[in-house]
């Protein structure tokens, strides 16, 4: 039986990560801070099945004595401050967390197991102000957020790492993929769970930021698939995973309007507030790499994705109103 560590588990990622890794008969290890209480609804259907064990990503020996304990096949790095737009609030824990954590994971790994093998979560951010397009493995990062140029160093150290100690070290530069297991502060949840509320009576109106901005979003769960196929080859590299498609923040907006039978212009409201600092205004992946020599395919498309989140957030929402009249 192979063991797996994933950081991140409680998240969007770790939880479909887990599931997945359950099915092809792994041991299922998930780190947690001692010190926080986790959000455990992404695995709460799965908690008698994996083991979480303690340890911070800013903390090494904590991680020395979670490697040590787990001895793992394979490590999963998910975990990160992951909200582009909070490392605006928070660029020093953005650092210490998405950059310096990756450091510190690894170092874990080459003191304790060095034969394990290593998945670093790297993002299409990191392309941000792009020089190319579509973005590939090869094309140039420029970020622009502090999470983009912390995601860029946690990249180049898995690189470093790999070409310096022999590691079987992976990056997966992920764009953006969601589900309704994503965070709503989001802004594909964000959107799903006001036109949700907005099609319950619940809300009025959804307030957003640039409408013009695009992404190539996929789901969450094809996109585990393939940190898994990275692990699962003879030798490390570096993959580009995407769905090669790119879409409007207008258009997500009228897929999950649509979809209910509203019309997003009678209801969202443009507040300037939303908008970034410094916008990435068009990504757009190229993942011929991945599907060649990994074999990945896309099974869920952009349309399917939208309506299976709004669906799910109408369901969730209905039950919630259900359980407080009952109350």
């Given amino acids: 039986m192979k063991t797996a560590l994933i950081t991140g588990i409680t998240g969007q990622d770790g939880s479909y990560l887990a599931e997945l890794l359950l099915e092809k008969g792994y041991k299922v290890y998930g780190l947690r801070r001692r010190t926080s209480e986790p959000i455990m609804t992404n695995i709460q259907h799965i908690a008698n099945d994996i083991e979480l064990v303690y340890g911070d990503l800013l903390d090494l020996g904590s991680l020395i004595e979670v490697v040590r304990k787990v001895q793992p096949d394979e490590v999963y790095n998910l975990a990160a401050q992951s909200f582009v737009a909070t490392s605006w609030e928070q660029p020093v824990l953005t650092g210490q967390i998405t ?3 990756v450091t510190n994971m690894l170092e ?8 394990a093998r290593f998945y670093q979560a790297s993002s299409s951010e990191m392309f941000g102000k792009v020089v190319e397009t579509p973005q590939r493995e090869t094309t140039p990062f420029y970020p622009r957020s502090p999470y983009g140029v912390a995601k860029v160093y946690g990249h180049w150290i898995t690189v470093n790492y790999r070409e310096s100690y022999d590691m079987y070290a992976c990056s997966g530069i992920l764009f953006n993929h969601e589900s309704p297991r994503r965070g709503l502060e989001f802004v594909t949840r964000k959107v799903t769970n006001a036109v949700a509320r907005i099609k319950l009576g619940l809300q ?8 013009d901005a695009k992404r190539d979003w996929g789901f969450a769960g094809d996109y585990v698939q393939a940190m898994w196929l990275m692990l699962q080859q003879e030798q ?14 207008r258009e997500l907006l009228e897929v999950a309007f649509g979809y209910v039978g509203l019309n997003y212009e009678d209801y969202v409201v443009v507040d300037p507030k939303f908008v970034r600092p410094a916008e990435v205004d068009l990504l757009l992946g190229d993942c011929s790499k991945a599907k060649e020599k990994l074999g990945w395919e896309l099974k869920v498309s952009f349309e399917q994705l939208i309506q299976m989140m709004v669906e799910e957030d109408l369901k969730r929402i209905r039950q919630e109103v259900a359980t407080m009249q009952l109350s």
């Fill in 204 to 211: 009025n109106e959804l307030r957003m930021g640039n409408l």
């Fill in 108 to 115: 874990a790994v080459r003191l304790v197991k060095s034969d």
């Fill in 99 to 101: 950059a310096i954590g």
């Fill in 236 to 249: 490390p590299d570096d993959y580009v995973i995407s769905t090669g498609e790119t879409h409007a923040v």
